[in-house]
C-alpha cells in the first residue's frame, strides 16, 4: 500500500534514476565496439555489433506486460524488486560471456530487467500524478535521465582505460543494487483501489481497454515512431561518427554533447508545458520534428549522403531535441485515460514503443553503409507517421475509462 507522501523533488529522482539505470545498458557499452568486435571476431565496421543494443531493447520489449501486470497485481514495489535483480543477473552474465550469442542472450535477459523500471517509471508517475502535471513530471524526468547518456559513454570510455568491455557490463550490476536499495526506501505508490486480478478475463479487459482507447492507442503510435527514429541515432550513431567521419576516439565527447543539447532543451520545456500547456507542447514538438528530418534529408540528397560532420551532428542533436521534448508529452497523453490499469496500460505501450521502434530502427540501421542517407531517410518517414498518429489520437477521448470487472 502507498506509504507516504513523497516530495515532488524525491519523486522526479527516483524515477530519473530508474531511467539511468535502464539506460546504461545501452549509452556506456557504444565506446566498447571496436573492442567487441575484435573479442568476438566481427568484422571492421559490421553492423552486427549493433545486435548488442538491439537485443537489449527486445529483452526490454519482451518484458513490458510482465512487469505491468505483476505490479497491477503486487504493486510496484514488488515488481520493481523483481525486475532490478534480474537485471543485476544480466549484467553479470553479460560480464562473464565467451560467446557473441551467450552475450547477446546475457543482453536479453538484461534488458527484460530493465523493462521493469522502464514500465514502472511511468506506472508511478500516474499513480501520483495527472494532466499537465504529469507531462511535466514526465519531462523533468527524462531532462535529468538524458544526464546518463550524456556521462555514460565517458565512464564507458575510463572504465576501457583501465580494464576491459567486461568491466564496463559489471558495472551495471551496482547500478542494479543501488536500484534495488533506492525502491525499498521509495515505497509503494499502487492504490488499493486499482489492484487487478491476473486472470484471463482481467487481462482481457485491460487489454480492451488500452487498444479500443483512440487517445491512448494514438499517442503510443506516435511515441512508437518517435522511437523507432530515435533508436536509428542510438543503434548507428557510433559507426557513423567512426566509420563515416573517422572520429571514432571522439564518440563518447560528441554524443555527450548531443545529449547536453537534448537535456536542456527537455528541462526547458517542462517549464513551458507549465505556462502553455501539454497539448500545445506536443503539437509544436511534432511539427517541428518532421521540419528537422527534412531538412536533414534535402541537404543528404544535396550532399550525396555525407552532409559535412558538424551540420550532422547539429542534426541529430535538433531531431534528438524536439522527439525527446514531445515524448514525455505524448506519454502522458497516453496513460490519462488508463489510470485504473497504468501498470498494463505502460507494459503494452512498452511493447509497442520499444519491441516496434527497435525493429523499425534496424530496419535502416542495416542499410547506413557509407553515408548518412538511410538515416535522414528514416527521420522523414518515421516522424511523418509519428505526426499523422498524434492528429489520429485527437478525434478520441481522454475520460478515464473503467475496466470491465
Known amino acids: 500500500m502507498p506509504s507516504r507522501v513523497r516530495s515532488e523533488r524525491s519523486v522526479v529522482a527516483f524515477l530519473a534514476f530508474l531511467s539511468v539505470i535502464l539506460a546504461f545498458g545501452i549509452d556506456a557499452s557504444l565506446p566498447a565496439f571496436e573492442e567487441l568486435r575484435e573479442q568476438f571476431g566481427l568484422k571492421d565496421g559490421s553492423g552486427e555489433v549493433s545486435l548488442i543494443v538491439t537485443s537489449y531493447f527486445l529483452g526490454m520489449a519482451s518484458g513490458q506486460l510482465l512487469w505491468g501486470l505483476l505490479s497491477d497485481r503486487y504493486g510496484r514495489k514488488p515488481a520493481l524488486l523483481g525486475g532490478l535483480a534480474l537485471y543485476v543477473i544480466g549484467a553479470a552474465a553479460a560480464a562473464l560471456a565467451g560467446t557473441m550469442g551467450f552475450l547477446l542472450f546475457a543482453r536479453f535477459i538484461w534488458g527484460t530487467g530493465a523493462a521493469a523500471p522502464s514500465v514502472l517509471r511511468n506506472s508511478i508517475a500516474r499513480d501520483l500524478y495527472s494532466g499537465d502535471r504529469l507531462a511535466r513530471i514526465t519531462s523533468l524526468t527524462m531532462a535529468i535521465f538524458l544526464i546518463g547518456p550524456a556521462i555514460a559513454p ?24 543501488a536500484g534495488i536499495a533506492w525502491t525499498i526506501r521509495f515505497g509503494e505508490t499502487l492504490e488499493p483501489e486499482n489492484v487487478r486480478a491476473i486472470d484471463r478475463r482481467s487481462v482481457m479487459a485491460s487489454a480492451q481497454v488500452f487498444f479500443h482507447n483512440r487517445w491512448t492507442m494514438g499517442y503510443s503510435m506516435a511515441i512508437t515512431f518517435g522511437s523507432g527514429a530515435f533508436f536509428i541515432y542510438l543503434g548507428s550513431g557510433q559507426p557513423i561518427v567512426d566509420e563515416i567521419y573517422g572520429y571514432g576516439d571522439w564518440f563518447a565527447a560528441f554524443f555527450a554533447l548531443t545529449a547536453v543539447v537534448i537535456g536542456i532543451t527537455v528541462l526547458a520545456s517542462s517549464r513551458v508545458i507549465g505556462r502553455f500547456g501539454a497539448q500545445r507542447v506536443g503539437r509544436t514538438a511534432s511539427i ?5 528530418a527534412v531538412t536533414f534529408l534535402v541537404v543528404c540528397l544535396a550532399t550525396d549522403g555525407t552532409p559535412p560532420f558538424w551540420f550532422w551532428l547539429a542534426s541529430v542533436s535538433v531531431f534528438g531535441a524536439v522527439t525527446t521534448v514531445a515524448t514525455p508529452v505524448y506519454i502522458a497523453m497516453a496513460m490519462t485515460p488508463v489510470a485504473r490499469i497504468a501498470g498494463v496500460a505502460s507494459g503494452l505501450n512498452g511493447i509497442l514503443t520499444i519491441g516496434i521502434g527497435s525493429l523499425l530502427a534496424a530496419a535502416f540501421d542495416r542499410l547506413i553503409d557509407d553515408t548518412v542517407t538511410p538515416m535522414a531517410v528514416g527521420f522523414v518517414l518515421y516522424s511523418t507517421l509519428a505526426f499523422f498518429a498524434r492528429a489520429w489520437a485527437r478525434g478520441g477521448s481522454d475520460e478515464i475509462v473503467e475496466p470491465a470487472a
Not at 517541428?288 to 528537422?292: D, H, L, Q, Y
Open 154 to 177: 565517458s565512464i564507458g570510455e575510463l572504465i576501457l582505460l583501465a580494464g576491459s568491455w567486461r568491466w564496463i557490463f559489471a558495472t551495471g550490476v551496482l547500478l542494479g543494487a
Open 288 to 292: 517541428a520534428m518532421v521540419a528537422s
